[in-house]
């Protein structure tokens, strides 16, 4: 069985798997970072890492899947090195548009929808990324904690937050408030 | 009373408890008032998840491809080493001696190049200046902070070896930007090298050993381009 596994997981296996699946890694990527430079280099980081640790690839998920969340944890720590940097040295920004501002941020709002895309806009990050992991990726909330290197109750409360603040804008829960 | 947030989470089907699954279950099958809020949120959060897709630009997907052929033709070849290859100490040596190698060959030989009058938009040279500037200062910078590696705890090497990979990121979107693909793509390979660095893994000689015939082609092309006046990083 695991000769089998290991033969499948080949080169020519990661090839398919980029040509078919890497549209949706990316878009996942980019509406984590809301930066396409960021999201391109979280997907490129995923495949390397996920080629390097290949052996750990057990097969209960598709390697797809598997890719997808290495991809969406890339994202997640590039997007917090750069909030990082662009705390610590500031002198160093001015290779970087401010997310907001940039075409990339335009780029990552078509792929969230504009209805969405500008709701999330009044999101922080953290409640952002909790909302997109956990109700677009369908991620476990102590996953979540693990990946943004918080608390469960940390997590739920930006859930939360998240929430309420969608509900004003999409009219989530319409009457209900 | 069973809050909008317990009704999130009882949706979810996580972080609530068996007791309170089961406290909110028996609730929703007794209030229709609940029930129905409990349908409208899902309504309409369900609604949200229905994305489109940007397409991934062909450029990005090229790179893609050709990052992952490199990675696999290199584990092709790469064989295990033992010993003293094996030891982080190593790895922050080699590390360190391929940055040093590419300061020497952006940084100081920009700085020994006697001045070029070179044609072109003023616009193009400012910002080039202000790119090589800042490069000069980012592999000084991390010279020394490699340097300093092998006196470091593990916690001070990583942070540092974090800092080092960041801003590397930093740099090779602004060599990619600046028309320097393979500058870009030889800063980025550092990244798995100094993970290894950082968390004591072994098995990157063949990694170490491909970088620095990479730099050694680099090198190479930089001769021969320094006899072009307009050579430019």
Redesign the interface.
């Known amino acids: 069985m695991l000769t089998l596994l290991k033969s499948w997981v080949r080169p020519d296996a990661f090839q398919a798997v980029l040509t078919e699946r890497s549209g949706r890694w990316y878009n996942a990527c980019l509406r984590i970072t809301r930066d396409a430079d960021l999201a391109a280099d979280a997907v490129q980081d995923a495949l390397l890492k996920a080629w390097d640790r290949r052996d750990d690839f057990r097969g209960e998920a598709a390697l797809d899947s598997w890719i997808h969340r290495i991809a969406l944890n890339a994202a997640i720590d590039l997007t917090r090195r750069r909030k990082r940097r662009a705390e610590e040295e500031l002198e160093d920004d001015r290779f970087e548009a401010a997310p907001s501002e940039s075409p990339e941020s335009e780029y990552a709002q078509e792929a969230l929808g504009r209805d969405l895309g500008t709701a999330l806009q009044r999101l922080s990050t953290m409640e952002r990324q909790v909302f997109l992991l956990k109700h677009i990726e369908g991620w476990r909330l102590d996953e979540i904690a693990e990946s943004l290197q918080t608390t469960i109750n940390g997590v739920k409360h930006a859930l939360f937050r998240a929430v309420r603040k969608l509900r004003v804008d999409l009219h989530v829960w319409r009457g209900e408030s | 009373m069973i809050s909008?947030?317990d009704l999130?989470?009882y949706y979810?089907r996580?972080?609530l408890d068996a007791t309170e699954r089961a406290r909110i279950g028996a609730a929703l099958a007794e209030q229709p008032e609940l029930a129905r809020?409990l349908h409208?949120?899902v309504a309409?959060?369900d609604a949200?998840?229905?994305?489109?897709?940007?397409?991934?630009?062909a450029a990005?997907?090229q790179?893609?491809?050709a990052?992952?052929?490199a990675?696999?033709s290199e584990?092709r070849v790469e064989s295990p080493r033992r010993g003293f290859f094996a030891q982080p100490k190593w790895q922050a040596f080699a590390a360190a001696a391929a940055v040093a190698v590419i300061a020497l060959v952006f940084g100081v030989q920009k700085l020994v190049t006697p001045p070029v009058s070179t044609p072109g938009p003023e616009l193009v040279m400012s910002h080039a200046s202000?790119?090589e500037n800042?490069l000069k200062v980012?592999l000084a910078s991390t010279e020394r902070r490699l340097a300093s590696l092998n006196e470091a705890t593990p916690e001070e090497r990583a942070r540092l070896v974090?800092t080092i990979?960041?801003?590397n990121?930093?740099?090779a979107?602004?060599a990619e930007?600046a028309g320097e693909p393979e500058l870009a793509r030889v800063l980025?390979a550092f990244?798995?090298i100094l993970e290894s660095v950082a968390d004591g893994r072994g098995q990157t000689a063949g990694s170490v050993a491909q970088l620095g015939f990479e730099l050694r082609v680099m090198q190479a092309r930089l001769k021969a381009d320094a006899a072009t006046p307009a050579k430019t990083l």
């Not at chain 2, 229905?50 to 397409?55: I, N, T």
Request: zero cysteines.
């Open positions: 909008d947030d999130l989470l979810y996580d972080g809020r409208a949120l309409r959060l949200t998840t229905a994305l489109p897709e940007v397409p991934v630009p990005t997907q790179r893609w491809h990052a992952l052929a990675a696999t584990r202000a790119y800042g980012h974090e990979i960041g801003q990121r930093i740099y979107l602004a930007r980025r990244t798995p």
